[in-house]
T-cell receptor
Framework: DQQVKQNSPSLSVQEGRISILNCDYT??????FLWYKKYPAEGPTFLIS?????DKNEDGRFTVFLNKSAKHLSLHIVPSQPGDSAVYFC?????????????FGKGTKLSVKP | EAGVVQSPRYKIIEKKQPVAFWCNPI?????LYWYLQNLGQGPELLIR????????DSQLPKDRFSAERLKGVDSTLKIQPAELGDSAVYLC????????????FGQGTRLTVV
């Protein structure tokens, strides 16, 4: 059973526009959420995170929104740049025992066109 | 600060042969993860260590996979014997602690079993 779901395998956006990547989770014990970016032949790179006590966290062009009641989070990139083209993974974890595991979605491939 | 170091970067072996991957986490990071990533999929957790203790190895196929983290620093993941289906990227990550801190990944080891 997939605990972290990214239902869009790919997304194409024009340079300068907003990119919105979505993620849903099923485990109510998750209380920490992260986004990672991955280029080919490299390991995932940490991008931004949010704790369940917040509903928004912003870092430059990247903003993550968390809707706990809907078990949904999204990553907004504004403005999108060609260098943002990569695979984006949503991840989640909780506290204690196996809840401390970092669980990943399957990823969304973002293509930003000049 | 040095990142997570993995070796080798690439490995090609014949089926039924043994193989080992090595990981050196970021200094001071107590939590270490081993993930497996198949093409087009997200990282899937194999095992998580807190210091030298394997706190969750429920997803590790113990008939052929083994892992150790002696002295709570470096870690080795071994497969014996390797099967064709083990071809994947093996990722190591570390974090200060599990549950509410970001994990940092190494570049991964791409294993090809022929």
């Amino acid at each position: 059973d997939q605990q972290v779901k990214q239902n869009s395998p790919s997304l194409s956006v024009q340079e300068g526009r907003i990119s919105i990547l979505n993620c849903d989770y099923t485990n109510s014990m998750f209380d920490y959420f992260l986004w990672y970016k991955k280029y080919p032949a490299e390991g995932p790179t940490f991008l931004i995170s949010i704790s369940s006590i917040k509903d928004k966290n912003e870092d430059g062009r990247f903003t993550v929104f968390l809707n706990k009641s809907a078990k949904h989070l999204s990553l907004h990139i504004v403005p999108s740049q060609p260098g943002d083209s990569a695979v984006y993974f949503c991840a989640a974890s909780g506290r204690g025992g196996s809840q401390g595991n970092l669980i990943f979605g399957k990823g969304t491939k973002l293509s930003v066109k000049p | 600060e040095a990142g997570v170091v993995q070796s080798p970067r690439y490995k090609i072996i014949e089926k039924k042969q043994p193989v080992a991957f090595w990981c050196n986490p970021i200094s001071g990071h107590n939590t270490l993860y081993w993930y497996l990533q198949n093409l087009g999929q997200g990282p899937e957790l194999l095992i998580r260590y807190e210091n030298e203790e394997a706190v969750d190895d429920s997803q590790l196929p113990k008939d052929r996979f083994s892992a150790e983290r002696l002295k709570g620093v470096d870690s080795t993941l071994k497969i014996q014997p390797a099967e064709l289906g083990d071809s994947a990227v093996y990722l190591c990550a570390s974090s200060w602690r599990g549950g509410d801190t970001e994990a940092f990944f190494g570049q991964g080891t791409r294993l090809t079993v022929v």
